[in-house]
């Protein structure tokens, strides 16, 4: 009897067990139900196009980039599938120094003008998230503002070579050193700061430099890391700045304004590029030279985007997050 009575109980358990999950899972969110059959094939569909759309033009390009003058003839511009291939249009891009001289350029300009970015946005942000900082509201006012109204092309460029910056290299920098956009979403993270974290290390007798230094960059590397790599990006591909301020001095050209000349020609190298391209502009394709280039720019971002990634992916959400 005893028995009977224990297996009807554990019977109205399970099946109570049962009842339970079935209104449990009729209670959850949408987000949270397990996806359907033609959910997920819709997932896969658009992952994978995004991924072709992505993967297709860089694949043109590099391959373009190592074909022969007959293969891009035969394809009638870019070439789809490998048709004689060949490193000559890169061995003749590196024998030229231009090109090795815009790259060097380029790296020096984004090291350095992100490094300057960086500082400026970070003190500025830091110290327009700080309640208690002098002005900071007003100072915060004339920011935004700027966001919308500007002084316009022509203004700037007279302050810019009325104070000397005509073929300067730091006009190639500061210009467009700071983003007010930036700054506001490090100080949007500055000011989610643990209140009692900053208050202990001022009991502790830490100044504004240390709190800084020890507080507030190590607890906002995600965001760090991502407005670097903005910055970063926006001096690598950058050229206009140079059409401004120094057109006529190709040593001081970076590698994107080089590649946009040369496309703009379709022949040898320009201006004092007497050497290297202009000479064996007969002999090889232009078309594969120019990808030859523009694989030559990609690459430093693919170095570094595998390194930045975890960040750029951890403050992209947690910015979501935040609002």
């Keep these: 009897m005893t028995e ?19 209104r449990a899972r ?9 996806p359907t059959a033609v959910g ?18 860089l694949w043109i390009v590099v391959l373009t980039s190592f074909s022969t003058p007959g293969a891009i003839n035969r394809a009638g511009g ?6 004689g291939l060949t490193t000559v249009a890169y061995r003749q891009m590196l024998e030229d120094s231009t090109v090795l001289t815009a790259l060097l350029v380029s790296l020096g300009i984004t090291v350095v003008g992100t490094a300057v970015s960086m500082v400026v946005s970070i003190l500025c942000a830091y110290g327009l998230s700080r309640p208690r900082s002098l002005g900071h509201r007003f100072v915060l006012v004339l920011l935004i503002i700027t966001m919308f109204v500007n002084g316009g ?19 190639l920098i500061l210009p467009g050193a700071v983003s007010v956009f930036n700054i506001l979403v490090l ?25 800084l230094w020890s507080i507030v960059l190590p607890t906002s ?14 001096y690598w591909n950058s050229f206009f700045n140079v059409m401004l301020y120094m057109p006529t001095d190709s040593e001081k050209w970076p590698l994107q304004y080089v590649l946009l000349t040369y496309v703009n020609r379709a022949t040898g190298m320009p201006g004092s590029f007497n050497g290297g391209f202009g000479n064996v502009a ?19 971002l693919l170095l570094v985007y595998p390194f930045v990634q975890k960040h750029l992916r951890t403050g992209v959400l947690t910015g979501a997050i935040k609002g």
Excluded: C, N
């Design 4 to 22: 009977t009575l224990t297996i009807r109980s554990s019977g109205r358990t399970r099946g109570d067990a049962k009842v339970s999950r079935g």
């Design 282 to 300: 007969t002999q090889t394709a232009p078309l594969s030279l120019q990808m030859a280039v523009v694989v030559l720019t990609l690459v430093p």
């Design 153 to 171: 092309l022509i203004p700037t460029f007279l302050v810019v070579t009325g104070l000397g910056g005509y073929g300067a290299w730091w006009a």
């Design 187 to 211: 100080r949007a993270f500055y000011s989610e700061t643990s209140g009692e974290l900053i208050d202990a290390a001022r009991m502790d007798g830490a100044g504004e430099w240390r709190i």
């Design 221 to 234: 590397r995600a965001v760090t890391a991502v407005i670097a790599l903005f910055y970063g990006v926006g």
């Design 40 to 57: 997920r094939a819709a997932k896969g569909l658009t992952l994978g196009g995004t991924l072709a759309v992505v993967l297709v033009p």
């Design 78 to 83: 870019l070439v789809i599938w490998p048709d």
């Design 26 to 34: 009729s209670t959850r969110p949408a987000w949270e139900e397990p």
